[in-house]
């Protein structure tokens, strides 16, 4: 059975890696039932991630942002800071895709905190980028241009010219 | 992302772009 487990999320990521989104999350449901059978919760919060990860190429954006939820409820009981971070960052640009700014907002911030703290210059340049975003479709061009700002300085330290 | 501006969802095209090859392995 857990051989099992592990061929279904197997199976999921190669569905997913062949673009075939809807066979991907049927694997991972299968391997999250698995997961929960052996209160694995380390391959619970991948099952999260994944079909998280598969739900937003499906177009379901609010089912995609129900699997990060729980990814992120997961890491902070894990106490897996970088899948924290990781998790906001998805909830972020996954709230921009329905168009909820103030929410984005609100995890882009959330990822900016923990990248910061686990001093990750290019999660915290994508925050900015993203936080610069959020801001502006918000009509708040005060702080969109603080975050482009930082954005610009931190790319600049990464000699990132694009 | 017909209703939005393309400079607002650079960013998200981005993170899109890297999701895209994103697996959670075994």
Same mark, same amino acid.
């Given at each position: ?14 569905? %997913? ?24 919760? @380390?391959? /619970?919060?991948?099952? %999260? @991630?994944? +079909? ?5 190429? &499906?177009? /379901? ?5 129900? %699997?990060?939820?729980?990814? +992120? ?10 899948? /924290? ?9 996954? %709230?921009?895709? &329905? ?12 990822? &900016? ?10 999660? /915290? ?29 931190? @790319?600049?330290? &990464?000699?990132?010219?694009? | 992302?017909?209703? $939005?501006?393309? $400079? ?7 993170? $899109? ?10």
């Amino acid at each position: 059975r857990a051989a099992q487990g592990r061929a279904y999320g197997n199976l999921g990521n190669t569905h %997913y890696l062949l673009g075939n989104f809807q066979n991907a999350v049927v694997s991972h449901e299968q391997r999250l039932l698995i997961a929960k059978e052996f209160g694995d919760r @380390s391959a /619970e919060r991948r099952a %999260y @991630s994944n +079909l998280g990860n598969a739900f937003i190429f &499906l177009g /379901e954006f609010e089912m995609a942002a129900e %699997y990060y939820k729980r990814t +992120l409820q997961l890491a902070r009981q894990l106490k897996d800071r970088a899948v /924290e971070a990781q998790s906001c960052y998805s909830l972020g640009n996954t %709230y921009t895709l &329905l168009q909820d700014f103030e929410k984005a907002i609100d995890y882009h911030l959330k990822h &900016l905190v923990i990248a910061k703290e686990l001093s990750d210059r290019v999660g /915290e340049g994508r925050a900015c980028w993203s936080l610069g975003n959020a801001y502006t479709a918000l009509g708040n061009h005060d702080q969109a241009v603080h975050f482009a700002e930082r954005h610009l300085e931190i @790319s600049r330290e &990464l000699g990132d010219r694009n | 992302f017909h209703r $939005m501006n393309l $400079m607002q969802v650079d960013s998200v095209q981005r993170w $899109m772009d890297d999701l895209m090859v994103m697996t959670e392995c075994e």
